[in-house]
């Protein structure tokens, strides 16, 4: 029997248990915050059931009054603490019914499946409140109606699949649809012809939507791009697609596609992008497309095409890469296409079947850097005038049936790094030219019949003897090659035979060349007797820089006096001067009392600036380096940079036309696509901005200050970690122009490169800096510029065509100038998009660029032509 003072206890004890219970009753009674988030998402969820009129297996049993076991609910998943929903999937299970709208209060649900059911009606545009979802799928139901534009808010969402169902698409005032890389799978419905008329640019790539591109597509008239590839489509391309006239760039590769190229192709005059690699499309390649005059970029590789070469396509004078490898394409490559002298990226028609020998027109292209014609059946010696392609990095002539000697011009091309002759039937000697070149890195030989003594210096000095495999006749101390010990005496013989022809020549000239040489002396005209045109060639060809003393540049600079002065930068000072010869300079002097960081950033710019080479990058003259001074020495631009341009001290405005603008635009464009896709090692700027853009005489932009760059390493895509290349604490840019990814960690890429150039597109033209913007809107530009779209923009329109006012009668082209406006912001806002991925490449924007300046040189052309402009 329990005591009196255990029975108070207890009695205490149970009435503190009463009143704290009794309290947090008040308590909950008074506000409604007190009540625990599951039991909330329990009745949300109690709310989406009532919606569902027919559960024929009965998967919904588990859901009842017991709000706090919501966790255990078939097709729930809380988080750990249990205290949240995270997920519903109730795919497959049967149930028919309506979506019911309270599922939007969930809001930390990230994943919704509701596939393979017969849910019926609209879909909740509340659903487009549940900002944390990443995954949302409706597939194989039976909803109607219209997608909710509400969706556009689910900016987390990865994965969406509305696939199966009897949606329609209502965006009257879209000009860009993008659903790239979101895993979209069903197929293509034919209402995708009844999107909006605006529209200009379809992005569906890198899903895995399958099926047939429906023909209905052609409706969308003013399309301009269109991008399908990386899917799972089949069948044939409609041919209706050559109604889509305005369109300039179609992407349809790595898919399933079948069947012919349609003709229709060449119906679209705009043309300029046509990327149909990795189907398996048949039959020839159509002549039409040598109607498409504007044609630049044409992948038709990795297909199963026959025929021919179409002579036609030389008619495509601008064309810049041309690739049909991986093809049964079969008889001799045309002189035509052959003789192109656009093309300036690379040409590839290995493996296919092409015979014959090579062309002689093969060295007009001066400007391509790159040509691949192996796995062919090409027969004959290699021409000796291939080395006029001065331009050419690499070379592929591989697995051929190729006979004779190397030319020793092959060796003289200054910049060519790979060279590939591996499985042929070359012979003779290889070419000391070869051994001797600077710019070569990869060789291969192996599989033919070249013969004599090959030593492991020069470009050969990393080899092995796997690029000289199969050529029986070869010796020489490469590692793992025979030793010509054996051969000794034969040299020898060799050597006293020709020595002794050589003294009987010398012997020769001396007693009847003197009287010849003493006339040609006389003229001024003699050479040294070594010296050949190949030599001199060479000699051109190759980089020279100028040797020039400290004193001279302290002597062309005024004692570096502050009237020299013409520019500052986070590492030094930049000043100007004349050379005794007159040359113009400017000397940009790096400040070593900073820190460490100077001597690393000097030796990362005389790395990039001597490893690349490009008419929109600035050159270096040469580089000054002592223990107490470190220069470089640069040709001066006559126009100061576009900084000074854009923004002048004065209130005169910018004395730029918009013709000039769009031709920087496109030159920085250019330059920029070098560093990240021709040039031989990649190049991350991350410095882009208008005070490292210069304007020389024609005012043609260069793009300079490789401070801070990055060298990325060849082949595996890594920023090169080498102490010349340590950029480790520099920021990745200046205020306003880096990229987002940069302030979360991420490396330096060629994207955040593409960031830089969109904010600097946008500030052309809405005639502000970024930090402007930033300190007085509290925004970055893209959001700033975003916020004017699409009613404010005209005023902005209309003050950036008084900075940049048209060459020509406004009047008449009022409405070309402002189209071209509009395009510049376009493409800076495509540019400057969040993600990374979303981005274009430099190349793509080059390209775009190129057009934005042959439609704005065609309007001049025609306005000044039209006399009744006056």
């Known amino acids: 029997m329990p005591s009196m003072g255990s ?54 049993k588990s859901w009842n009054s017991s709000h706090f076991h919501a966790c255990n609910w078939t097709g729930v998943t809380c988080s750990q603490g249990k205290d ?68 556009g808010n689910l900016h987390q969402l990865v994965y969406l699949n509305l696939g199966s169902n009897e949606l329609t698409v ?77 369109l300039e760039r179609v992407y349809l590769s790595s898919n399933l596609l079948s069947g012919h190229i349609p003709a229709a192709f060449g119906d679209i005059p705009h043309l300029g992008l046509l990327d149909l690699s990795r189907n398996k499309l048949s039959g020839t390649i159509p002549d039409s497309l040598s109607d498409l005059t504007q044609l630049r970029r044409v992948w038709l590789n990795n297909n199963q095409l026959s025929g021919t070469v179409p002579p036609s396509l030389g008619n495509c004078v601008n064309l810049e890469i041309l690739d049909l490898s991986h093809n049964r394409i079969g008889g001799k490559i045309p002189r035509e296409v052959a003789g192109l002298r656009s093309l300036k990226i690379y040409l590839n028609l290995s493996s296919n079947l092409l015979d014959g020998p090579l062309p002689l027109e093969l060295s007009k292209m001066d400007m391509v850097l790159a040509i691949d014609l192996s796995s062919n059946y090409l027969t004959d010696t290699i021409p000796s005038q291939l080395g006029s392609c001065i331009a050419l990095e690499s070379l592929n002539l591989s697995f051929n049936l190729l006979e004779g000697p190397l030319p020793i011009s092959i060796g003289n091309l200054p910049y060519l790094q790979v060279l590939d002759m ?116 060479q000699d051109r060809n190759e980089p020279q820089f100028r040797r020039i003393s400290y004193q001279q540049l302290v002597e062309a600079t005024s004692g570096f006096d502050d009237s020299s002065l013409i520019g500052s930068g986070r590492f030094g000072h930049v000043y100007k001067g004349t050379l005794p010869d007159g040359t113009k300079i400017a000397v940009k002097v790096l400040d070593l009392k900073i820190d460490g960081e100077v001597t690393g950033s000097f030796k990362r710019e005389c790395q990039v600036l001597k490893r690349t080479r490009h008419r929109n990058l600035i050159r270096i003259i040469t580089a000054c380096s002592r ?127 593409v960031y830089s150039y969109g904010v600097l597109l946008l500030e052309i033209v809405i005639g502000k800096r970024p930090t402007d913007v930033i300190y007085q809107a509290g925004s970055s530009m893209r959001e700033w510029v975003k916020s004017l779209y699409p009613y404010l923009l005209d005023p902005v329109i209309d003050q950036a065509l008084e900075r940049f006012p048209p060459p020509v009668a406004p009047s008449v082209s009022d409405k ?55």
Not at 15 to 42: H, K, M, Y
Not at 222 to 236: A, V, W
Not at 449 to 476: H, I, M, P, R
């Open 84 to 151: 949240r929903v995270l997920e519903l999937d109730l795919s497959g299970k049967s149930l028919h019914g309506v979506i019911a709208p309270a599922l939007s209060n969930l809001f930390y649900l990230a994943v919704l499946d509701l596939s393979g059911n017969f849910f019926r009606g609209r879909i909740p545009s509340e659903l487009g409140l549940i900002s944390r979802l990443k995954q949302l799928s409706f597939q194989s139901n039976l909803l109607e109606g219209e997608i909710p534009a509400e969706f």
């Open 422 to 537: 591996s499985v042929n039937h070359l012979s003779g000697q290889i070419p000391v030219s070869i051994q001797l070149s600077s710019t070569l890195k990869l060789l291969n030989f192996s599989f033919n019949d070249f013969s004599g003594f090959v030593t492991n210096e020069g470009a050969f000095e990393s080899l092995t003897v796997d690029s000289f495999l199969g050529n029986k006749g070869l010796c020489g101390t490469i590692s793992g090659m025979p030793s010509c010990q054996k051969k000794r005496v034969h040299r020898f013989l060799v050597f006293t035979i020709t020595l002794t022809l050589f003294g009987i020549f010398c012997c020769l000239v001396c007693i009847y060349g003197r009287p010849l040489v003493l006339k040609s002396r006389s003229r001024g005209s003699v050479r040294a007797f070594s010296g050949t045109e190949e030599d001199e060639e």
């Open 816 to 870: 070309v100038w402002r189209q071209v406006v509009m395009e510049l912001i376009e493409l800076g806002l495509m540019c400057t998009q969040s993600s990374p991925s979303l981005r274009p490449p430099a190349i793509d924007v080059a390209l775009e660029m190129g057009q934005l300046k042959d439609y704005l040189s065609r309007d001049v052309h025609l306005t000044i032509e039209d006399p009744s402009w006056e």
């Open 170 to 246: 209502n965006c009257s005032r879209f000009q860009e649809l993008e659903l790239a890389g979101n895993n979209v799978s069903g197929e293509l419905p034919s209402v995708v012809g009844d999107l909006s008329t605006s529209l200009l640019q379809l992005h569906l790539e890198e899903n895995l939507i399958y099926g047939f591109i429906p023909p209905s597509i052609s409706n969308l008239a003013n399309l301009t791009l269109l991008n399908l590839s990386f899917n799972l489509f089949n069948g044939s391309i409609p041919s209706e697609i050559g109604r889509m006239n305005k």
């Open 627 to 753: 223990p107490d001074f470190k220069a470089l020495v640069l040709p001066l631009m006559a126009n100061g940079s576009l900084e000074s341009h854009l923004h002048p001290s004065h209130d005169s405005g910018s004395s730029l036309s918009l013709t000039q603008v769009v031709n920087i635009c496109g030159d920085i464009a250019e330059g920029l696509a070098y560093l990240h896709h021709h040039s031989p090692v990649q190049v991350v700027h991350c410095d882009l901005k208008p005070s490292n853009i210069l304007l020389d005489d024609d005012m043609t932009a260069l793009v300079s200050d490789f401070g801070i760059a990055r060298l990325v390493k060849e082949g595996n895509g890594e920023v090169d970690s080498s102490s010349y290349l340590s950029t480790e604490g520099l920021l990745c840019g200046s205020i306003g122009y880096i990229a987002p990814e940069y302030g979360m960690g991420k490396h330096a890429s060629t994207l955040g490169d």
């Open 7 to 60: 029975r108070r206890d207890s009695i205490f004890s149970s009435s503190i248990e009463f009143a704290v219970t009794a309290f947090i009753l008040l308590v909950i009674s008074v506000s409604g915050n007190g009540i625990p988030q599951i039991v909330r998402d329990a009745d949300y969820l109690l709310s989406f059931r009532s919606g569902i009129a027919a559960d024929p297996g009965n998967v919904l």
